[in-house]
Every structure is written in structure tokens, then in C-alpha cells.
């Protein structure tokens, strides 16, 4: 195939991929988006391969081939609940595809003589980013997946070891960068990017991986950009950058909404001296109720808002929520969902979890769009939530100061579906667990809804 | 001009064209954004057919069907999840 046709056909993919991030952006085209993004990438690669003088096509077939398949099998089986986890895995997996390839071309390179500056400074940075991303892909997987602890780890002078190290990488990298094809030094380049991936994200709590999340999808695809620099190839650098681009928002997103820095949550460790909490306040009194009684509650009114914490998630208790949706809406309630940003494991998760419960998107509401609503609401029901919903982000002197919250305190009544009123994440007593309006409605998600689903059903 | 100077523009274009087109998703829709985007960043799939198909020792050949493999796991996936995701958002 000429090569004019194939920078055209790579020129149709890129419009097709933006166009197809841009049809993302609705819920109504969302899926056409994705598909057109899909087609967009068959045609790179088809063009490629048609392209390319291939010497042996077992090789190439047979890893597409196995490829196609693992990545099938997983989007197929994964639960809702774990595609925080999936996504860690394909971001790491993309990132390390990255870092393998600019290896492959430093070896390629490396075998005559010294390396032109400019590839290896793209190669350097390349085996950097994708190398990075895909072990600290590997951590974050093993944190969501519970295989590593979930509080951050860590270790004095932790962030000056750290800075260490990136002097260090950067110092590799411009060794290399003056055209030096040392396999030695390239390898240890590579081992040090590993220990670094590994290393920025131990001290990350499990709460924050929405951003981590977030910042490991954005190197993955400026760990494809670089890869693009690597081979001079436009399709990699301008996907790449797309990607980059929308990871870092998604993270600047994350961190707005815990009202704290990326440096914060990089470097800060969050959730360590989460043990101080409870105790002081062990004698104040709550007001604690039954399946019967918020029933009744919930039945008379006119106007009820739940809030989706990840403890409804980790009970499994979406199916549960959305039949109590049902059964009062049936009674003619006007039933609406409040969704903190951070309200699952990564960006948008809690709504992903609702739909599969057959929840409508159209009931779902973001923060700024329910919280001038809730001084007219007649029930709030928090399942599962705690920091989202602590009025003390509210003080001036908390740890949560200014992070956005639901206002639920401004609801007439307030339900809480909880355990026990052990604190949430920050460390920190709810206040709103102990106000007049609130009802403490102790047990675990999916029972409680389960037993408010059959008491509702007998009501009248 | 440069190949890398030629690249840098493109890149920053790219990203700016990226910023303008992902700020307006809602948040309802922010998990499959990442994972379609996600899907997106396996592009450097086309990188390891490349270098696969001009591999001239054991040592490319082994790193250009490793790189393949990771690539398509995170496209062909990815996508795929996607798909699954959106299908079950539903207006009533």
C-alpha cells in the first residue's frame, strides 16, 4: 500500500477518534461514539498491517489473535463493581505496550553504533512514562483488588527518595539522550521507572484511587504519544495526546471534588492518622429506627433522595435501592439520586453501578445540580456514604474542610443506612449522625433496603 | 523543520483538541469515557506491528509479540467494556 494512502487513512482515524470522544460526551450517543472509536482504531490497524512488509504473519496474527481473545474475556466477565480494577489493568497494559516498544527499537538501534539524539531522547522517555504507568498500574490493581493494603504505605523520606530517584532517571535519560546506546544504562533506566511507578503509588490511599486512576489513564496515553515520537508516527502521538488529555481532566476533576491538590494527594498520604476518630463522642446520643418505621416515613412523603455511598456498592445493594425506587414511585414519590464525584472507586463509578441495577440515568443527579434541592426534600436516604455527606466540611478546622459535600443536613429528615457510626475514610465524627432530623437505620445495606422493600410492600 | 519539532506541534494540538472535546462529558458518563479513552491509548498497538513486522533478530521478534499482545488486550477490551457500560444506561 502506498504511504500517502496510509497517512490518509491515519489522518480519517484521528477525526474519527475525536469525533468519537466527542459523541461520548451524551448518554443518547454515547455507545455510537465508542463504536466509531472502535472502527477508527480496526482501520489503523488493518492500514498497518496491509502497510508493512511482514516477514512472518504467525508472530503478528497469533498475538492480535490471543490478545483479541484475553481482552474479550475479561470485558465479558468483569464485574461492575471491579472496573476500576479492569481499567488499572488496561492502563497498565497499554503503558507497558508503550515502554516494550521503544525498546524494541532501542535494541533495533542500539546494535549500530551510537544512537541519533533525538531517538534516544524519545526512547528514554518513552521506556519512562510507559514503564511507570505500568507498574504503578500493578499497585493500584492490587490495592482496588485488596491484594496489597489499602492505606497508604510508608516509609521516612519517602517523597525526598522518591525525588531521588527521578533526579536519578532524568540524569539516565539525558546519559542516553547524548546518543550513548549503552544496554546497561537503558536497563537500569528501565528497573528505576519500575521502582518509581511502584514507589508514587504505595503512599496513596484506597480512597484516592479515583485520581489515581485518573493520572495512570493520562500517562497511558502520553506513554503512546512518546511512542508515536519514537517511530514518527502521528496516529500514536495524536491519540496519545487525546488520551492524556482526558485523564488529566478527569483528574483535575477528582481532586476538585475532595477539594484537594494533585501534590496533596500525590505526596500527602491521606488517611494515615485515620485511628484518632472515634471515642470522644461514643456517648452522644442517636436516634435509631427500624425497617417498619422509615418505611412509613419514606411512603408519606413526597419527595425522596437517596445517596449512593461505595458501602452500597460493597453490599452489593444497587438491585435493592432501585426497587424501593419503584415501589415509590409507584406510590407517586418523586424519587431522585444524589452522586458525590467521588462517590465510587474512579470517575462516574456509582452511576455505572445504578444503571446496571436499571436505575435511569435521568435520576441521577450531580452535586451543584441537587444541593440547592435538598431544603425542599422530605427524605434523604444515605446508604453507605459518610465523608460525602460530614457537615464539618463546612468548618473552617477540619481535616475535610472545603471539600464539596451533599447539604443532605438541609433535608427535613435524614435516613442513614449504616453499620455503625464508625467514621468514614477522613478519620473524622459525623455530625449529621447525631442531628434531631437524623435516623440512624443500623445494618447492612442489602438487608435494611431488603427489609424496607417488604415493609413498603405492606404498607396500605 | 524537524520531524520532532513537527511532532511537538501536532502533539499540542492534539491535546488541546482533547481538552476541548472531553470538558463538556458529563460525570454520569465518566467511567466509560475513561475506558473507551482507555481503548484509544492501545493505538500503540500500530508501534508494535510495526516494529514486529521489520524485526530482524530473536530479541524484537520476542519484545514485538509481547508489546502486540498488551496492546490488543487494552484495545480489544477496552472497547469492548465500553460497550457493555453504555448499553445498560437507559432514560425510562
Request: include cysteine.
Amino acid at each position: 500500500m502506498p504511504s500517502i494512502l496510509v497517512d490518509l487513512a491515519y489522518i480519517t482515524s484521528a477525526a474519527l477518534f475525536v469525533f468519537g470522544l466527542k459523541l461520548l460526551g451524551s448518554p443518547a450517543t454515547a455507545r455510537r461514539g465508542n463504536a466509531l472509536a472502535s472502527t477508527a482504531m480496526l482501520l489503523a490497524v488493518v492500514v498497518t498491517l496491509a502497510h508493512e512488509d511482514i516477514l512472518d504473519w504467525r508472530t503478528i496474527g497469533g498475538g492480535i489473535l490471543l490478545g483479541a481473545i484475553l481482552g474479550a474475556a475479561l470485558a465479558r466477565t468483569v464485574a461492575m463493581t471491579a472496573m476500576p480494577q479492569l481499567v488499572g489493568v488496561f492502563n497498565g497494559l497499554g503503558g507497558g505496550a508503550s515502554a516494550v516498544v521503544a525498546s524494541a527499537e532501542f535494541f533495533r538501534l542500539a546494535g549500530a553504533d551510537a544512537l541519533p539524539v533525538p531517538d534516544a531522547t524519545t526512547i528514554a522517555l518513552s521506556t519512562l512514562i510507559g514503564t511507570v504507568t505500568f507498574s504503578g498500574s500493578a499497585v493500584a490493581f492490587g490495592k482496588l483488588q485488596g491484594l496489597v493494603s489499602g492505606s497508604p504505605i510508608t516509609f521516612p523520606f519517602q517523597n525526598a527518595f522518591n525525588l531521588l530517584l527521578f533526579v536519578s532517571l532524568l540524569g539516565l535519560a539525558g546519559y542516553l539522550a547524548t546518543g550513548a546506546s549503552h544496554p546497561g544504562a537503558y536497563l537500569l533506566l528501565a528497573g528505576l521507572a519500575f521502582l518509581l511507578g511502584i514507589l508514587l503509588v504505595i503512599p496513596i490511599g484506597g480512597a484516592d484511587m479515583p485520581v489515581v486512576i485518573s493520572l495512570l489513564n493520562s500517562y497511558s496515553g502520553l506513554a503512546a504519544s512518546a511512542a508515536g515520537f519514537v517511530l514518527g508516527n502521528y496516529i500514536l502521538i495524536i491519540s496519545g495526546a487525546l488520551v492524556g488529555a482526558a485523564g488529566l481532566i478527569l483528574t483535575q476533576l477528582m481532586c476538585k471534588a475532595m477539594n484537594r491538590s494533585l501534590a496533596n494527594v500525590a505526596f500527602g498520604a491521606f488517611g494515615t492518622a485515620a485511628a484518632v476518630g472515634p471515642g470522644e463522642d461514643q456517648d452522644r446520643p442517636v436516634r435509631s429506627v427500624g425497617a417498619e418505621e422509615t418505611a412509613m416515613l419514606l411512603g408519606y412523603s413526597g419527595s425522596v433522595v437517596f445517596v449512593p455511598g461505595y458501602g452500597l456498592a460493597v453490599a452489593q445493594a444497587q438491585h435493592e435501592v432501585r426497587r424501593l425506587m419503584d415501589l415509590l414511585e409507584a406510590r407517586g414519590i418523586q424519587v431522585r439520586f444524589a452522586i458525590h464525584p467521588v462517590a465510587g472507586r474512579m470517575p462516574g463509578h456509582m452511576n455505572v453501578l445504578l444503571a446496571e441495577a436499571d436505575v435511569p440515568y435521568d435520576r441521577l443527579f450531580d452535586l451543584e445540580d441537587i444541593n440547592p434541592d435538598f431544603d425542599r426534600t422530605d427524605v434523604v436516604m444515605v446508604v453507605g456514604a459518610n465523608d460525602v455527606v460530614n457537615p464539618a466540611a463546612r468548618d473552617p478546622g477540619s481535616a475535610i474542610a472545603g471539600m464539596p459535600i451533599l447539604d443532605v443536613d438541609r433535608a427535613r429528615n435524614v435516613v442513614v443506612v449504616k453499620r455503625s457510626l464508625s467514621p468514614g475514610f477522613a478519620g473524622i465524627d459525623n455530625d449529621l449522625f447525631y442531628m434531631e432530623k437524623t435516623m440512624m437505620f443500623f445494618g447492612d445495606a442489602k438487608e435494611a433496603l431488603g427489609d424496607l422493600v417488604k415493609e413498603l410492600r405492606e404498607l396500605d | 523543520m524537524g520531524e520532532l519539532i513537527v511532532g511537538l506541534y501536532v502533539f499540542v494540538l492534539a491535546m488541546l483538541a482533547g481538552f476541548e472535546v472531553i470538558t463538556k462529558v458529563p460525570p454520569t458518563l465518566h467511567t466509560p469515557l475513561m475506558s473507551g479513552a482507555n481503548a484509544i491509548s492501545g493505538i500503540t498497538l500500530i508501534g508494535a506491528v510495526m516494529i514486529s513486522a521489520r524485526a530482524e533478530t530473536p530479541l524484537i521478534t520476542i519484545l514485538g509479540v509481547v508489546a502486540i499482545v498488551m496492546a490488543t488486550v487494552n484495545v480489544v477490551g477496552g472497547f469492548l467494556v465500553t460497550d457493555r457500560m453504555l448499553k445498560m444506561f437507559k432514560r425510562r
